[in-house]
């Protein structure tokens, strides 16, 4: 069964304290691996999509970075309003859903 | 351009009820996601369709069911409810299925609380 697994839980930063967020998957045939971000109360929002090992996408403070076993999500130099849970979803070909993962709260105290 | 809409945005339900869940898709996009979300999870996959068809279902039962209209808005229908139905709802929206480049546009979804 695909599973997604993202870690830590949750995370208090500092601002401007760079860290990264690890999501681990095991998935035959992985398609595409997705990061969204959702804040309290509101639906996700999509912030990239990786599809091959050594792919990486930035944005912003934000850099995405795909190996054949894990997806690990860089912020540097946070600010508050970076405050939000990140989700990780993968997805496999012949499926039309996306797998989550239960997230990773960030906490960006200024 | 518009974004996804979902009605109700809070609602409570008690057991063996049935509820109606209701998403506007953003313009253009022909194809609908329903996804479960409970507290402190991430959200599940219940159904997807495409130009009015089911397109893909996740692990839910028959009880849970849907519908796409013409103009692509879309029905979350679950009968019989029971308390671990309780959660967020969310709809996303999408031109094509979405999958490829795994950008579904997520409404803010529908609170269902059931006692």
């Known amino acids: 069964e695909d599973q997604v697994t993202q870690s830590p839980e949750a995370l208090r930063l500092q601002e401007g304290e760079s860290s990264s967020l690890n999501c681990s998957y095991t998935?035959?045939?992985?398609?595409?691996l997705f990061w969204y971000r959702q804040d309290p109360g509101k639906g996700p929002e999509f912030l990239f999509t990786?599809?091959?090992a050594g792919e990486e996408k930035e944005k912003e403070r934000l850099k995405a970075t795909l190996t054949k076993k894990e997806s690990f999500l860089h912020i540097t130099a946070p600010k508050p309003e970076d405050s939000a849970t990140y989700l990780c979803?993968?997805?496999?070909?012949?499926?039309?859903?996306?797998?989550f993962g239960k997230g990773t709260k960030l906490t960006v105290n200024p | 351009e518009t974004g996804v809409t979902q009605s109700p945005t809070h609602l409570i339900k008690t057991r063996g009820q049935q509820v109606t869940l209701r998403c506007s898709s953003q313009?253009?996009?022909?194809?609908v996601s329903w996804y479960q979300q409970a507290l402190g999870q991430g959200p599940q996959f219940i159904f997807q369709?495409?130009?009015?068809?089911?397109?893909g279902r996740g692990n839910f039962p028959p009880r849970f069911s849907g519908l796409q209209f013409p103009n692509y808005s879309s029905e979350l229908n679950v009968n019989a409810l029971e308390l671990d139905d309780s959660a967020l709802y969310l709809c996303a929206s999408s031109l094509g299925g979405g999958i490829d480049t795994g950008e579904l546009f997520f409404g803010e979804g529908s609170r269902l609380t059931v006692l």
């Open positions: 313009s253009g996009h022909n194809t």
């Open positions: 979803a993968v997805t496999q070909g012949g499926s039309e859903k996306l797998v």
């Open positions: 990786l599809y091959s």
């Open positions: 369709y495409y130009r009015e068809e089911e397109n």
């Open positions: 998935v035959s045939g992985l398609r595409g």
